[in-house]
């Protein structure tokens, strides 16, 4: 219970004792405007020995400069904190003193009884020189401090208190109560470890004057989308809740809590709860995880000798080994003194340089590897003059220690029909010697081999990742022309070279009968074979007008460039991502325009491209004779491939919806839809669902999905907050997306939006001198973060190609365990 002075229009002092104790005196009490006796001002506080005796104590102060009534918002915030301190186990408990008197400041002895101060404060200039100064001091001995609301307008003048705040409110803030949505983004820290990933309530929400994100550690965004901001809004970056270790001590701030009735939520207690136990130190939390300083970006390869890849070939995928060893490949493009040969007589046209780097963190040296001859170095320039064939994919065996296999997805050069213009493209195993680092180019074992059409680019794919099972995924692109299509639906049936379509989509990734525009899903032997494992797509016995109709490697059809894909091990749930076609703007005519993609794929399914993207928006039919004529829409429930170029079968499985598309115009674009589920395309009528995302020039880059390992003694490594979080990004660094996510387990699998994201555009540094062309980014054994910079070239490598690394340290959870407070018992 709490204490209330006598009155003459608001408290002076009041004083609770949350253990029951129930303070004497009432009859006593000061009269409203009488102060106690000054106390010698407070100078020191041993840093050694931290505020707080053997009970946990927290003073509330409410002292504010308005003057009229007391907020009813002091009243409850103190009523809920007393509550909080009674509740709980024992010895998570503590004592609860408040106050408006601010001279509680300037008594050293007095003040250092407390483990924690919260600041109820309206605002204004609540705290006199030699006041701010004591509190200064309290906070350097190893004070905690939580402020609620409006406590960010105190003390305006003082650029300390801002640091301790971390933001300042804008002068546009909305003023009206207005429910909103909260994305709890730390799932950790025990102020929102408890609470939904998407916490709806309302409050006062306040924009800031400057955001605060990357130098304090955010644990909650508000969605702006779900409120009116008014004109100071922060944009899909909105912190509300954070925290920092400041000035020796501990600082946690939330924007909530601006409305008396915040204080009955159990939920609102919670985070207040939480944000309690840590800066009186009865809990240790991380307040460091996102702070961009405690974040290190090192390139770790020079540049290449002229006319050499002795330390990287044209940057297209990288790889870990459990020994902490970098294996990364190139393409095939050499540098751009080197000679690139398009003619299709010239026998050598093409031919390319895959190579195999192995960068060794225990010397800092790169060894090349290996080198495959591949069909991957024609340059860029027109689609029937470029390539994106060559070494386009590397993963380790799961048991690499023991035999050294290395998989490799690449297009051999002598796999080439120059008549046909037809290659094969394959998966090989082969070993590498661990003590030479040299790849035995002798022991290949081609596991599985497919024709692809080499006349007119593009789309490879390229990735490959295990599950716990030790079933290899294989990402595959859709191998077919961006062009004839007006940038939508790459569906025209009509231009082909000797018979082989190369504009038709329908023939490759629509096609059940096809490898291309697929993820992979096999099993690989020891003898160099593989078998299907149970629950692909197919079975590969499907059979429609008496002939086989399938392929039982499909795990997931129709998808464009999956250059990139993931498989968390933890949870076996695959994560992928391709880029989109390249209409700027959607067409009421044609259908969405380029959506570059993201999925969470918890089953074998259909993703839709050519004929859905995004959240089963459906693009227009064309077909001969004329294929300038739309045909009607696609059904994305029960979509037929009728294409004159499908050897697989018609009627194909059900559409599922992408987690995250992203087009010029913004992140998952949707319109109203007609009777028939049609949405409009029209862009002025388009609502976007993820308002952190944009495109322009986009190339999706799907990355990890982190995994924080206690028993690791790396200094090295990401700290716990990231855990299960699955970084998305993009080839380029201007506005395209460079984040983590959170994505809802109950809904990922159908296509669910993600809950929270944030921006690592801070920490995995952006711009020329950064990674500016993101390639791949994997974690290592050690908990870095490795990442591959493309250069800033096409088709080559030139001196930014780069292996970068990236690494945490901040340090660990605060306060250290030794100085933990022991609460009341």
């Known amino acids: 219970m709490h204490l209330r002075g006598l009155r003459t229009g608001k408290r002076i002092r009041a004083t609770v004792v949350a253990c029951g104790t129930l303070v004497a005196g009432l009859l006593s009490a000061p009269a409203a405007d009488a102060r106690p006796a000054p106390e010698p001002p407070l100078t020191t506080m041993s840093v050694k020995s931290p505020p707080g005796g053997a009970n946990v104590q927290v003073l509330i102060f409410h002292g504010s400069a308005a003057a009229g009534e007391e907020s009813p918002v002091v009243d409850a915030g103190i009523e809920a904190i007393e509550r909080i301190g009674l509740s709980g186990p024992a010895d998570r408990r503590f004592e609860v003193e408040a106050t408006d008197d601010a001279s509680v400041f300037t008594d050293g002895a007095r003040l250092s009884r407390y483990n924690a101060v919260v600041f109820l404060t309206g605002g204004g200039d609540v705290l006199d020189p030699e006041q701010e100064a004591g509190l200064e001091t309290y906070m350097e001995a190893g004070g905690g401090f939580v402020g609620v609301h409006d406590a960010a307008r105190a003390e305006p003048y003082s650029d300390w208190f801002t640091g301790l705040i971390g933001a300042r409110p804008a002068a546009t803030s909305p003023t009206a109560v207005q429910r909103a949505t909260v994305e709890v983004g730390d799932r950790r820290h025990p102020a929102t470890g408890e609470l939904p990933l998407e916490w709806k309530r309302p409050d006062i929400w306040a924009n800031w004057v400057k955001n605060p994100s990357g130098e304090v550690h955010t644990v909650a965004r508000v969605r702006e989308s779900t409120y009116r901001p008014g004109t100071g809004a922060n944009g899909a970056d909105h912190p509300i809740s954070w925290c920092r270790d400041y000035d020796g001590g501990r600082s946690f701030y939330t924007g909530m809590g601006g409305t008396a009735s915040s204080y009955d939520e159990t939920d609102f207690r919670a985070h207040l709860r939480g944000a309690l136990l840590w800066t009186t130190r009865l809990v240790q939390a991380d307040c460091k995880a996102t702070i961009t300083g405690n974040y290190k970006a090192e390139r770790l390869t020079a540049a290449n000798l002229p006319g050499r890849n002795d330390q990287i070939g044209e940057p297209h995928g990288l790889v870990t080994a459990p020994d902490g060893r970098v294996l990364y490949i190139g393409r095939g493009g050499a540098d751009s003194s080197q000679p690139v040969i398009t003619d299709w007589n010239n026998p050598d046209v093409g031919k390319g340089k ?372 699955w970084f998305v990004g993009d080839f380029y660094d201007a506005d395209q997306p460079r984040n983590a996510v959170v994505m809802d387990p109950r809904t990922q699998g159908t296509g669910g939006l993600p809950v929270h994201s944030e921006s690592l555009k801070k920490i995995v540094p952006v711009g020329n001198d950064g990674i500016k062309n993101l390639m791949d980014w994997k974690f290592g054994p050690d908990g870095a973060l490795y990442v591959l910079d493309y250069g800033r070239g096409f088709f080559t490598s030139d001196a930014k190609s780069a292996l970068w690394k990236v690494t945490y340290r901040g340090g660990g959870p605060t306060p250290a365990a030794g100085l933990l407070a022991r609460g009341s018992l």
């Not at 490879?460 to 004839?484: E, P, Q, R, V």
């Not at 299509?485 to 025209?492: E, F, I, L, Q, R």
């Not at 074998?604 to 050519?610: S, T």
């Open 354 to 725: 895959g190579q195999i780097h192995v960068y060794d963190p225990a010397t800092g040296k790169v060894t090349l590897a290996g080198e495959l001859t591949v069909f991957g170095n024609k340059g860029g320039g027109d689609e029937l003059v470029k390539v994106e064939e060559g070494l386009l994919g590397i993963e380790l065996d799961p048991r690499f220690e023991q035999n050294g296999w290395v998989y490799l997805h690449y297009t051999p050069h002598s796999g080439v029909d120059r008549s046909t213009r037809m290659a094969e493209r394959r998966v090989s195993r082969f070993t590498l010697d661990r003590a030479t680092e040299r790849l035995d180019l002798g022991s290949e074992k081609v596991l599985l081999e497919w024709p692809v059409q080499v006349h007119s680019c593009c789309h490879a794919g390229g990735g490959m990742a295990w599950d716990s099972k030790d079933n290899l995924y294989i990402a595959t692109g859709d191998n077919n022309s961006s062009g004839f299509s007006d940038g939508y639906s790459g569906n025209n049936p009509q231009p082909n070279y000797k018979g082989v379509s190369f504009a038709d989509a329908r023939r490759t990734a629509g096609n059940t009968h096809n490898l291309n525009g697929k993820i992979l899903r096999i099993h690989p032997e020891a003898d160099g074979t593989y078998t299907l494992p149970a629950g692909n797509l197919f079975t590969g016995r499907e059979t429609a007008e008496g002939g086989g109709k399938t392929r039982g490697e499909i795990y997931v059809m129709g998808v464009r460039n999956p250059a990139r894909i993931f498989v968390d091990r933890t949870t076996d749930v695959l994560y992928a991502g391709w880029v989109g076609p390249d209409a700027g703007e959607p067409s009421p005519t044609w259908g969405p325009a380029k959506y570059d993609t993201f999925a969470v794929i918890t089953g074998a399914g259909n993703r839709g491209w050519p004929y859905c993207m995004g959240n089963k928006q459906p693009y227009r039919d064309r077909n001969l004779p004329d294929p300038s004529k739309p045909l009607g829409w696609y059904d994305c429930d029960h979509p037929k491939n009728e294409s004159p170029n499908n050897d697989g079968l018609v009627n194909l499985p059900p559409v599922t919806g992408n987690n995250i598309w992203y087009s010029p115009q913004g992140g998952a674009p949707d319109y109203p839809r007609d009777a028939n589920g049609v949405p409009s395309y029209r862009k002025d009528q388009a609502t976007y669902g993820l308002p952190w995302l944009k495109g322009g020039g986009q190339a999706a880059m799907n990355g990890p999905v982190y995994r924080y390992d206690a028993t690791s003694a790396s200094t090295a490594k990401w700290p716990a907050y990231w855990d299960g979080k």
